[in-house]
Structure formats: C-alpha cells, structure tokens
T-cell receptor, first 112, second 113 residues
Framework: GENVEQHPSTLSVQEGDSAVIKCTYS??????FPWYKQELGKGPQLIID?????GEKKDQRIAVTLNKTAKHFSLHITETQPEDSAVYFC???????????FGTGTRLKVLA | EAGVTQSPTHLIKTRGQQATLRCSPI?????VYWYQQALGLGLQFLLW???????NRGNFPPRFSGRQFPNYSSELNVNALELEDSALYLC????????????FGSGTRLTVV
C-alpha cells in the first residue's frame, strides 16, 4: 500500500547548524510533496512543497530536494534558529486522489 | 483572510457516546479534508468532501462519517466512541480540484474517557 517513511524521528542541532530530514515514498505515481511544520497546540503549516517535475526548490533558509528514481525527498534547513524547533511532517500525494500520505514526523530541537 | 476554523477546540466524551466536530474552510475553498492525528503518530486521512459530496474515504470504520453543507463548511461525526478514538482531528481546505497547498486548521482535541 501507499507509505511514506520519515527519518529521523528526533533531531537536535545547535543554533546556526543545518538540519536535514529525509523521506521515502512507495507510490511511484506520487507527484506532489509538501512539508509541514507543526508547533505545539497548532495545526500543521505548509512551509515548502515540490512537484515531481522539479528536482530542487529553495525558499530562503529552507530547501527541498527530490530524487524520483530513488523515491526520496529531503528537507534542508540552514542556519537554524530556536524558532525552527517544531515537528516537521513530509507527505506525498498524486493527482486524482487529493489525499496526502504523511510521514510519522520529525521532532526538531534547535539548541541555543 | 480568515484561516480554516475548527470547533470546539477541546471535546471530552464518554465511551459509547457520539462526537460532532465542525470545520469552516477558507473563503473560496470548496474542498474539505479530515485527518486524525493520534498521539505520536502521523496524520491519517479520514475523509474528503468537495462540492457537497464525499469524494474519498480513508481506512476507518463506518462509525466515522461526515457531511459538507452548501456553504462548504463540514461536520465530522464519530459514533460509538472508543478509547482509541482519542486524538487531534484536523480539518484542511483547498480549492476544488487542487491537490496542492492544503491549509490546516488548529484541530479539535477529542478525549474519550
């Protein structure tokens, strides 16, 4: 069945360092890959997304890379700040279904 | 622009009772999605409504049901509550026919005792 694996489950980095979160999807028909940030007591917030016709996308300190052949995609956060501390979820979706298959989340802690 | 709003914020029910959760999408969005986020788990797809119709359903028993009203707001009903139904229930909305850029609400925390 459809599945998205996400690693690591927890990640601690020093302020200013980079953080990388990796996801692997099973359905080769997936063509849309969003990343969400969830802070305590709040709903997930879309922070960046990528479609299958693009290999990389960047928005300031955040970037996402996609390897369709390996069915891997990754979130890269550079120059991390304490406010980046949250739970991050990756997801995969394909046209026509409109549902997202989410990974199990990564708890990122940025240590000041 | 108002975001996706959900009510109530918290709900406590007894096992066997029914729970009703409500969601108002962003103005202009006609698709509403419901997800369950159990403690320590990722988000599990429950239901998708678009233009008043149920379009897709996740792997949940029939006691999870819902509907979408003419103003595109939505209601999720959970009958015969079980302890394992305790979770954060999230609603998201998007433009019809667009599978990208869901906007989530803050959720309803349902506790079954």
């Amino acid at each position: 069945g459809e599945n998205v694996e996400q690693h690591p489950s927890t990640l601690s980095v020093q302020e200013g360092d980079s953080a990388v979160i990796k996801c692997t999807y099973s359905d080769s028909a997936s063509n849309y890959f969003p990343w969400y940030k969830q802070e305590l007591g709040k709903g997930p917030q879309l922070i960046i997304d990528i479609r299958s016709n693009v290999g990389e996308k960047k928005d300031q300190r955040i970037a996402v890379t996609l390897n369709k052949t390996a069915k891997h995609f990754s979130l890269h956060i550079t120059e991390t700040q304490p406010e980046d501390s949250a739970v991050y979820f990756c997801a995969a979706s394909k046209s026509g279904t409109y549902k997202y298959i989410f990974g199990t989340g990564t708890r990122l802690k940025v240590l000041a | 622009e108002a975001g996706v709003t959900q009510s109530p914020t918290h709900l406590i029910k007894t096992r066997g009772q029914q729970a009703t959760l409500r969601c108002s999408p962003i103005s202009g969005h006609t698709s509403v999605y419901w997800y369950q986020q159990a403690l320590g788990l990722g988000l599990q797809f429950l239901l998708w409504y678009d233009e008043g119709e149920e379009r897709n359903r996740g792997n949940f028993p029939p006691r999870f049901s819902g509907r979408q009203f003419p103003n595109y707001s939505s209601e999720l009903n959970v009958n015969a509550l079980e302890l394992e139904d305790s979770a954060l229930y999230l609603c998201a909305s998007s433009h019809s026919g667009k599978n990208y850029g869901y906007t989530f609400g803050s959720g309803t925390r349902l506790t079954v005792v």
